[in-house]
């Protein structure tokens, strides 16, 4: 076998825009208005439920309290981290360069390529979501 195909990390970077900046900003406040919609519903229906399944069966009621607690916890970090995201997105000066996503793709080794070189050296920087260079 002289070749093989291995996955490698495609780094994705992000010159950002205004309009960049407007869409995850967007996206982040959406995902943050649903987290809150799910607490709300959480609270008014779960509560009865849980008072119902309590009486029939304390242990099983103690149980579900506390993975309903959990959850709200989950989501409540989640919404945090979201709104320290929008805050650090609104920082951030036009047309600075940072990385966006990370992901797999395939490069070709030959015998004789250096390793280190064809896996770790591949980045897409976009701007407006149109791709403006490819790297390594």
């Known amino acids: 076998m002289s070749s093989i195909t291995v996955q490698r990390p495609v780094v994705i970077k992000v010159i950002m825009t205004e309009s960049f900046r407007t869409q995850l900003v967007g996206e982040a406040q959406e995902t943050i208005k649903r987290i809150e919609e799910s607490l709300k519903q959480m609270e008014t229906t779960s509560r009865d439920y849980i008072k119902t399944i309590d009486l029939q069966n304390p242990q099983q009621g103690s149980i579900l309290a506390s993975q309903l ?5 989950r989501l409540h970090k989640m919404r945090g981290e979201l709104e320290w995201r ?8 036009e047309g600075v360069e940072l990385p966006f996503r990370v992901f797999e ?23 407006d979501w149109q791709v403006v260079e490819i790297r390594g």
């Open 69 to 73: 607690e959990s959850e709200k916890e």
């Open 105 to 127: 793709g395939p490069v070709p080794l030959i015998v004789g390529d250096n390793f280190l070189d064809k896996v770790t050296r591949a980045e897409v920087v976009i701007k």
């Open 86 to 93: 929008i805050k650090e997105v609104e920082g951030v000066e």
